[in-house]
């Protein structure tokens, strides 16, 4: 959904702002992944409108 996606890219202009300079560009990569991995954390037991109504069909499937 670009809703989610959305959601990160606001989230990490929100983090990064402040910390406009960051001394390597590796201290980049290693906040940024961090950030990335505590949103998939807060967010993972989410589900989209109607799909916890197709879930046990879906899984079903895969079985």
Known sequence: STNM??????MIKRKTKPKSEFPTEESLDNFLGVQAIGYNDR???QTHK???QVT???????D
């Not at 996606?5 to 606001?10: K, L």
């Not at 046990?56 to 895969?62: G, H, M, N, Q, V």
């Open 56 to 62: 046990d069909t879906l899984e079903s499937y895969f």
């Open 50 to 52: 109607g799909f916890g």
């Open 43 to 45: 967010n993972a037991n």
């Open 5 to 10: 996606i959305e959601s990160i890219n606001n």
